[in-house]
């Protein structure tokens, strides 16, 4: 019963439901959780999923010429970056800003950046 219900979720295409059934069928955690627990989790698991698909997705759209993270910058280089107030607040830093003298796209942070950067321009330089 329960491979036929991981086809399902596969041919239904609800990858993040069957990965999240798959994994407790092997670790046995669903005898821990209540029914609507367990149905709680399959649907988070699902939710998240989609979500990250979309996010690389539109990064993969989006056509950005570097891949780059946060933890790639230098900050050797003199250009008045702080390390800690670009690791605390990615977003407000191109908010705040008009030019950005980051030579190199942050891109691939935290989701919430990820979705801010693919889903509205930035423009950088130009007023």
Request: a positive charge; hydrophobic letters at 35%; aromatic letters at 8%.
């Given at each position: 019963?329960n491979?036929e219900?991981?086809?399902?979720?596969?041919?239904l295409?609800?990858?993040?439901?069957?990965?999240?059934?798959k994994?407790?069928?092997?670790?046995?955690?669903?005898?821990?959780?209540?029914?609507?627990?367990?149905?709680?989790?399959?649907?988070?698991?699902?939710?998240?999923?989609r979500?990250?698909?979309?996010?690389?997705r539109a990064i993969?759209s989006a056509?950005?010429?570097?891949?780059?993270?946060?933890e790639?910058i230098?900050?050797?280089?003199?250009?008045?970056?702080?390390?800690?107030?670009?690791?605390?607040?990615?977003?407000?830093?191109?908010?705040?800003?008009?030019?950005?003298?980051?030579?190199?796209p942050?891109?691939?942070?935290?989701?919430?950046?990820?979705?801010?950067?693919?889903?509205?321009?930035?423009?950088?330089?130009?007023r």
């Amino acid at each position: 019963m329960n491979n036929e219900t991981l086809d399902k979720m596969r041919q239904l295409r609800l990858y993040g439901m069957y990965d999240a059934f798959k994994t407790n069928l092997e670790t046995s955690v669903k005898e821990s959780l209540t029914a609507d627990q367990f149905i709680a989790l399959l649907v988070a698991s699902e939710w998240d999923d989609r979500r990250n698909r979309y996010v690389e997705r539109a990064i993969r759209s989006a056509g950005f010429r570097y891949k780059a993270s946060l933890e790639q910058i230098d900050y050797a280089i003199d250009r008045g970056l702080e390390k800690n107030q670009v690791h605390r607040q990615p977003s407000t830093l191109l908010r705040s800003t008009r030019t950005c003298s980051l030579q190199v796209p942050l891109v691939q942070v935290k989701a919430t950046w990820q979705r801010r950067l693919a889903t509205r321009p930035v423009r950088m330089g130009t007023r």
